[in-house]
RNA sequence: GGGCAGUUAGCUCAGUUGGUAGAGCAUCGCCUUCACACGGCGGGGGUCGUAGGUUCAAGUCCUGUACUGCCCACCA
């Protein structure tokens, strides 16, 4: 047990322990055999080269919760960690590391290079993996991954091998897209469209042998050189009578067909496409529907090729310039308009991506995308649910995954072409000799795969496929992938399809998409906006716990987070007030820990009414998180925390510490056993704080004593389930409530202790505030308490009804007398008010016989008890009213 | 062009199966009450975007509409 509490957490001074101690004490690394359902998340693996930012934050927050609070209910919890070799992303970080010494990789050379990745890996690499750590998130660091491990890259392999033996790999031409700056193909899905503000251009065609011409509209006329036909709609009156002749390029001088297509829209520009069959993915489908040429005038670095004549190593944009000016020379440019229109970037580096033919390898998507659709929802459930038709839409209209990178760091692709005999030799272990001629002249393909390839394979890549380990066993299926929506494609749905092909099994039952962190304007968290809220600044500041609590309090389902710092600010109040709350409850408890009973047969109103609503927060925060509602969670436990455990607990068991005997122990023991149960309840979202207050508990006779991260879920005791006294609680915290209210508001000082006289409506009541006497005393803070309902009050006194049951105050003494009728007048208003609209609803006919008869019963009820109110006070009013007249005579 | 969210107190957001609107922050008043001023007590503040519909009853269900945001998409 640890010394007294310090009056203010500190977290900095807490946090580092525990962190310490969690990862020595190997906590969290469980054992397959071990008994308990299996249930395991793999950690979204964020880039080596990453550093955490707030969505990371929140998305280890969320996963932390679910195991810390999987492993209370007894599962077997596995969580992975690791991080992504990020291939392109990293490539270009080392890239510029170079570049600032004079280098490039070309001239270090393909093995020196990624000798100097891996380099870079080892001395940068740890950092992310420091920040998860900061963040207290209970993976389990003996089984930490990395896509380019040995046995991650062995999966690859045999994935690679396996798809292509399937016919679900080839290879072959193909318009990609092509960032001329990463220098390497693209996927369609890296590619980010932005409406841009460009220019449409109208250019005329002249017609070969003819006086006839046609104007063409174009976004892209460096692309001219590269045109091999005119396209336009076969109905098109205006054109018709031009199929089949020949257009004349213009500067070039070439003849190309005019051709008919129904994909052309009459509408759009001059209804008169010039087509570029190796610059536009669309212009390439014509090109191979029509047969037409393919000249690529465009190189692999956005310069222009020899085969656009005068415009030879102009770059692409200059080229754009100047043959527009060439053009408007000729007299051949008809007009020019503005117009916003989408242009694609690289999503790493945001270039504008250029269309681009080239052989590529490809992954064949329809049968797998079909197999990943069905798995939803009977099998995989996409929460929220608004998700998955996003989800159906992706993979129904998919098209072939284009998986080969130009880049060096990454899984190279195990193919190997014969120099011999050209034989494309696949294999997952490095062949020697082609199995064709015989010949040892192999070489390796020089592509990588893209990185979501691997990533693909990371459920059960990391639990050790293909070999048949104990973790595939007891693990796979992962119980739950959580993450961000912005990866649903990337990384969700080619989860969902390797994991089809590979284990014949989905590859986790639930999928949680979370949302956004934005900044308080809503805006996306950017460096260049300098909006960023950097967590790691946020845990220094005000501890690791605010920071995550408030990220679960935030997280409701399907809705963007705004986050500012003032929020985490405020909720670093919160894990203050448990501090705090603690070390009353120590001070209280003392060194000896109470003497168990059975809190079934607890006496003392507050006592049960405290042990009631525990029960209530226990059980609403094991369902919340069974339905990954972590804002509600969060929230039951702050509302039984603060407002009644705080508010009103530890305020009604004062009178009982200051006594000896059972009704001391009784509250020590309640208090004792409150304060544990909460602490756990909340340990999944702060687990610094609670296990550090948990530390310096006593334990109580019979009770074991185990470290917080350890302990089971509170289980549930039925028998303090009493909704009867917690209404009655409800009563008397109204009746003080009420008092406060009339002190107040006639500007009594808090402190000035004053009489209460209490004239309830039935014997009942009169019971129930006899028995809580002490309590009303202390915390209404009164110098005498009279229950009397015959009693006569006298007339100069503040009033209120609460139940029927009459609240007076005398006022003698006091100086604000008119205050009161003001304040009596407030209240009858009120009153008025709902008595008006409860009595609405009770004189129409169709309610009362179409409504649920509870609902009429307790709309009666409620009209008696507004009734009896109303007169009450408006007696009380009267009264008031003759003593204020009679003192002013 | 298609799809999906959101629109509730000054701000940021809750509001499970329809039954007289909640929290935090901010604001106002009072209080150094022996856990906490990172605090306590009390108050003020909302015709729940808009127009209809279903219903005895709608923030809650349905339809239209406006605005905002996001995603997808091969109109050059």
Same mark, same amino acid.
């Given at each position: 047990m640890r010394d007294t509490l310090s009056s203010g957490y500190e977290p900095n001074h807490v946090e580092e322990r525990w962190r310490k101690h969690w990862e020595e004490d190997a906590?969290?690394?469980? +054992?397959?055999?071990?008994?308990?359902e299996g249930y395991a998340i793999v950690i979204p693996p964020p880039n080596v080269t990453g550093a955490l930012h707030i969505g990371h934050a929140l998305n280890l927050t969320l996963i932390d919760v679910l195991c810390r609070h999987a492993r209370q209910k007894g599962k077997n919890v596995l969580w992975i960690p690791g991080t992504d070799h990020a291939g392109i992303a990293t490539q270009n970080v080392v890239e510029r590391a170079l570049a600032r010494e004079g280098k490039t990789r070309h001239e270090l050379g393909r093995e020196a290079f990624i000798e100097r990745v891996w380099q870079w890996r080892e001395e940068y690499g740890h950092r992310i993996l420091d920040q998860i750590r900061s963040l207290g998130c209970s993976v389990d660091w003996t089984r930490l991954r990395f896509t380019m491990d040995e046995g991650l890259s062995k999966a690859v392999r045999k994935v690679f091998v396996s798809l292509y033996n399937d016919g679900l790999i080839y290879k072959g031409d193909y318009i990609i897209n092509w960032c001329s700056r990463c220098h390497t193909a693209l996927a369609d899905d890296e590619v980010e469209h932005e409406d841009e503000a460009g220019h449409l251009w109208r250019i005329r065609y002249h017609i070969d042998q003819s006086d006839e011409e046609l104007v063409v509209a174009t976004t892209?006329?460096?692309?001219i050189p590269g045109d091999t036909a005119v396209c336009v709609h076969p109905e098109d009156t205006r054109y018709q009578h031009l199929i089949g002749k020949q257009a004349i390029v213009p500067i070039l001088g070439r003849k190309v067909p005019i051709i008919a297509d129904s994909y052309v829209d009459r509408e759009f520009g001059t209804g008169a496409l010039k087509v570029t069959p190796c610059h536009d993915p669309n212009d390439w489908m014509l090109g191979k529907r029509h047969d037409l040429a393919f000249i690529q005038v465009i190189d692999e670095n956005g310069i222009m090729k020899e085969e656009s004549g005068s415009y030879h190593g102009l770059t692409k944009e200059a080229c754009r310039n100047k043959i527009i000016e060439d053009i408007a020379a000729q007299g051949d440019l008809v007009g020019e308009e503005k117009l916003q229109h989408a242009v694609g970037h690289c999503y790493r580096c945001h270039t504008v991506v250029e269309p681009h033919v080239s052989t590529q390898w490809f992954v064949k998507t329809t049968a797998l995308a079909k197999e990943a659709r069905d798995a939803?929802? +009977?099998?995989t459930r996409i929460l929220p649910e608004s998700w998955r038709k996003t989800y159906y839409h992706w993979l129904d209209t998919i098209r072939d995954w284009?998986?080969?990178?130009?880049? @060096? @760091?990454?899984?190279?692709?195990p193919a190997w072409t014969c120099a011999d005999c050209g034989k494309l030799v696949v294999a997952e272990q490095d062949p020697?000799?082609?199995? /064709?001629?015989? /010949?040892?002249?192999l070489q390796q393909d020089e592509d990588v795969l893209d990185t979501w390839f691997s990533s693909s394979l990371w459920p059960f890549s990391t639990m050790g496929w293909p070999e048949k380990t104990p973790e595939l066993a007891k693990y796979y299926p992962t119980a739950v992938l959580v993450t961000g929506f912005d990866i649903i494609f990337f990384w969700v749905a080619r989860m969902m399809m390797m994991a089809q092909h590979c284990m014949h099994e989905v590859p986790f039952k639930d999928v949680y998409l979370h949302a956004l962190v934005r900044d308080a304007q809503g805006r996306k968290m950017s460096k260049s906006t300098g909006n960023v809220i950097d967590p790691i600044v946020m845990i220094e500041k005000y501890g690791c716990d605010a920071l995550r609590f408030t990220l679960t309090a935030f997280a409701a389902m399907g809705r963007d987070i705004r986050l500012s710092e003032d929020r985490i600010e405020g909720y670093r109040h919160f894990v203050n007030k448990l501090w705090n709350a603690a070390r009353f409850s120590m001070m209280n408890i003392g060194e000896t820990a109470p003497k168990p009973f059975d809190l079934g047969a607890a006496t003392g109103l507050h006592n049960i009414w405290i042990l009631h609503a525990l029960e209530e927060v226990k059980k609403d925060v094991d369902q919340a998180l069974e339905e990954y509602r972590f804002n509600d969670a969060a929230q039951s436990c702050y509302k039984f925390l603060w407002g009644s455990v705080c508010d009103w607990y530890l305020e009604l068991v004062k009178p009982d510490m200051q006594k000896e005997g059972a009704p001391k122990n009784q509250a020590q023991f309640v208090l004792w056993t409150v304060l544990r149960e909460i602490l756990v309840l909340l340990h999944p979202i702060m687990p610094f704080v609670t296990a550090e207050i948990w530390d310096a508990l006593p334990v109580c006779e019979g009770f074991e004593h185990y470290e917080l991260a350890k302990a089971p879920y509170p289980p549930s005791?039925?028998?303090?389930?009493r909704p009867k006294e917690a209404a009655q609680m409800d009563f008397l915290q109204q009746v003080i409530v009420a008092v406060r209210t009339i002190k107040a508001e006639l500007s009594i000082s808090p402190g000035k202790k004053v009489r209460l006289l209490l004239q309830p409506a039935d014997d009942e009541q009169v019971q129930l505030l006899e028995d809580n006497r002490e309590l009303i005393l202390t915390v209404a803070r009164l110098e005498a308490l009279e229950i009397d309902p015959g009693a006569k009050a006298p007339k100069a006194s503040a009033s209120a009804v609460v139940l029927g049951c009459q609240i007076v105050v005398p006022l003698k003494g006091t100086v604000d007398l008119a205050g009161e009728l003001a304040r009596l007048d407030k209240q009858l208003a009120k009153l008025e008010k709902n008595l008006i609209a409860v009595n609405k609803h009770l004189a129409d006919e169709n309610f009362l016989s179409r409504a649920q008869p509870e609902v009429v019963e307790r709309e009666q009820r409620l009209s008696t008890e507004l009734l009896d109110n109303k007169e009450k006070l408006t007696a009380m009013r009267a009264r008031f009213a003759q003593a204020l007249a009679e003192d002013a005579e």
């Open positions: 906590s969290f690394t469980p +054992d397959p055999a071990s008994p308990g892209r006329p460096e692309t939803v929802p +009977d099998k284009c998986i080969s990178r130009q880049i @060096w @760091w990454g899984h190279r692709i020697t000799v082609c199995p /064709s001629c015989g /010949s040892t002249h005791r039925p028998s303090c389930v």
